[in-house]
């Protein structure tokens, strides 16, 4: 049974920071890129943040560049995204997806963890 569980979301204050995890099951975790994704409230989701199945590539939002980061522990099924200098902008329910190397369609998504800044 393929999981994606993310966990770290919460109430901080506008400069704070967060650190949200997505722990994966059920899949082969090193044969997948691994995705951040949010949806604020009252609009659509959008992508946030991306890193290939070896750490090697990162590919950000241009809205994140700078203040988030994305990493991930193979060893620990694991990917992370540090958020730092968080806005109020940044309120919305955070995703983590999972997408097939040499694909680009994410296959997997997870539940959601809700992330709030306040001002």
């Known amino acids: 049974q393929v999981r994606l569980v993310e966990s770290g979301g919460g109430l901080v204050q506008a400069g704070g920071s967060l650190r949200l995890t997505c722990a994966a099951s059920?899949?082969?975790?090193?044969?997948?890129?691994m995705g951040w994704f949010r949806q604020p409230p009252g609009k659509e989701r959008e992508a946030v943040a991306h890193i290939t199945w070896s750490g090697a590539v990162k590919t950000y939002a241009d809205s994140v560049k700078g203040r988030f980061t994305v990493s991930r522990d193979n060893a620990k099924n694991t990917v992370y995204l540090q958020m730092n200098s968080l806005k109020p902008e940044d309120t919305a329910v955070y995703y983590c997806a999972a997408r097939p190397n040499g694909n680009s369609d994410y296959r997997y998504w997870g539940q959601g963890t809700q992330v709030t800044v306040s001002s």
């Open positions: 059920g899949f082969t975790f090193s044969n997948y890129g």
